[in-house]
């Protein structure tokens, strides 16, 4: 257990839809990551919070949004959901707020599933 | 730019012989090189880290990589593999410019008993 939990674990909707993914990181951490794991492409990182504030983004989609709330607990926004948008959704915790060998813990993911 | 490149995107070995998962890495500054390994249904648990010193690095469950700087790679291996090992390994790459890992496309390791 990587002290990193996210819910729901499954998620079904139909495309057109609105859906929130949360995430709350352990104890002490104060970066949040979202990443993104599909077949076509792999593992990419969408968007870094760091005390509140967004601190780096990748390739997150304009149609996804997120926000890190006081408690640190972290919402990735997905909205207008396409069949693309299927994926396993990671967040990652870590105490440090940048770059560095601080090791990102992962939770263990939520699949959406869009029809 | 980072990226990382794996070589294999399955690799099937016998129960008992070495395991040999490959990474290569470019990076324009010294980077932090790490494995993680993701057993199905599961999030990503990291196995080990190069960070700086020693380019032999021992991880968990009796894995250790070689950071090998002239070569930009960082090769996973482990003696003996057994058939918990079956799973999906990924290579990811950090530096000092931004927090955010980036991945290799991940290798499916299967045991064969």
């Known amino acids: 257990d990587s002290g990193v939990t996210q819910t729901p674990k499954h998620l079904i909707t139909a495309t057109g839809q609105r859906v929130t993914l949360r995430c709350s990181p352990r104890?002490?951490?104060?970066?949040v990551y979202w990443y993104q794991q599909s077949l076509d492409q792999g593992l990419q990182f969408l968007i870094q919070?760091?005390?509140?504030?967004?601190?780096a983004k990748g390739n997150i989609l304009e149609r996804f949004s997120a926000q890190q709330f006081p408690d640190l607990h972290s919402e990735l926004n997905l909205s207008s959901l396409e069949l693309g948008d299927s994926a396993l959704y990671f967040c990652?915790?870590?105490?440090?707020?940048?770059?560095?060998?601080?090791?990102?813990?992962f939770g263990p993911g939520t699949r959406l599933t869009v029809l | 730019a980072q990226s990382v490149t794996q070589l294999g995107s399955h690799v099937s070995v016998s129960e008992g012989a070495l395991v040999l998962l490959r990474c290569n890495y470019s990076?324009?500054?010294?980077?932090?090189l790490f494995w993680y390994v993701q057993y199905p249904n599961q999030g990503l648990q990291l196995l080990l880290k190069?960070?700086?010193?020693?380019?032999l690095v021992k991880g968990i469950n009796g894995f250790e990589a070689e950071f090998k700087k002239s070569e930009t790679s960082f090769h996973l291996t482990k003696p003996s593999a057994h058939m918990s090992d079956a799973a999906e390994y990924f290579c990811?790459?950090?530096?000092?410019?931004?927090?955010?890992?980036?991945f290799g496309q991940g290798t499916e390791l299967s045991v064969k008993p």
């Open positions: 990652a915790s870590s105490a440090s707020v940048g770059g560095g060998p601080n090791e990102q813990f």
């Open positions: 104890s002490g951490d104060l970066s």
């Open positions: 919070y760091y005390n509140g504030e967004e601190r």
């Open positions: 990076s324009s500054v010294p980077p932090y």
């Open positions: 190069y960070t700086t010193g020693a380019t």
């Open positions: 990811a790459v950090r530096t000092n410019q931004g927090g955010k890992l980036i």
